[in-house]
C-alpha cells in the first residue's frame, strides 16, 4: 500500500511530505521512500501559528487557522504524490501529525495534561479523496504518555540492527534520544 506521512514543526519552515511504500505488519513492516516535497510555510500563515503559541490568538483565529492549515497539508500531500505520478484517491491513507499550537505534557496549576493540534484532517480528506489519520499526539496522551508516540517506533521499524545498538538524536523543538539496543 501507498501512504503520505505529513509533518510541520516547531522551525515553522514547511510541511514535509513522503509518499511511502508500506509492506508487511507489525515487526515485519517495511517502509520505501517513493518522493519528497516541503511545502513552504507561507509568512501569513507562520505568523499565525506563532500568534497561537504564544497565547495571542482569538478561538477565532485557532479556528480559522485550522482549516488555513488543512489546506496547506492537502496541497503538500497532493504535490509528493505529483512528484510520483501517483493519484492521492489511491493512497491507502495520509497522516497528519498536525501543527502543535500547544502542549502540557504533565499538569499544573489547575491544567490537566493535554496538547493541541491544528490542520483539519477533514479538509486534508476532501481535498485528496482517501482516509487521514490524525491525532497521534492527542492518543498517546489520552493513553497516559506524554505525545511523542512516533519518533520511537518509526525509528524501531526503520533503524534497528541485528550486530550493534543504535542511538538516534533528534534535535527537533525539544531534543530526545531514541536508544535501540541490538537485536531488540
Known amino acids: 500500500m501507498f501512504a503520505v506521512g505529513l509533518m510541520s514543526g516547531t522551525s515553522l519552515d ?15 513492516t517495511r517502509i520505501a521512500q517513493i518522493a519528497f516535497h516541503s511545502e513552504p510555510m507561507p509568512v501569513d500563515i507562520k505568523e499565525k501559528i506563532k500568534k ?13 487557522l485550522n482549516f488555513e492549515l488543512g489546506e496547506l497539508f492537502a496541497k503538500a500531500a497532493q504535490h509528493v504524490c505529483d512528484k510520483a505520478h501517483t ?35 477533514a479538509v486534508i480528506a ?35 540492527n541485528t550486530e550493534y545498538g543504535v542511538a538516534l538524536q533528534n534535535i527537533g523543538g525539544i531534543g530526545n534520544v531514541t536508544v535501540l539496543p541490538k537485536d531488540c
Open 52 to 64: 497561537c503559541c504564544a497565547n495571542q490568538a482569538t478561538t477565532e483565529l485557532i479556528c480559522s
Open 14 to 28: 514547511g510541511v514535509d511530505a513522503v509518499l511511502c511504500k508500506v509492506s508487511g505488519c507489525a515487526e515485519k
Open 126 to 160: 476532501q481535498r485528496c479523496g482517501c482516509p487521514v489519520v490524525a491525532d497521534f499526539r492527542t492518543k498517546d496522551m489520552a493513553a497516559g504518555g506524554e505525545g511523542a508516540p512516533l519518533v520511537p517506533y518509526s525509528e524501531f521499524l526503520l533503524y534497528r
Open 87 to 121: 493519484d492521492t484517491k489511491k493512497l491507502g491513507f495520509i497522516a497528519s501529525h498536525g501543527q502543535t499550537i500547544f502542549h502540557i505534557p504533565k499538569g499544573h496549576d489547575g491544567y490537566v495534561s493535554s496538547t493541541l493540534q491544528i490542520g483539519e484532517s
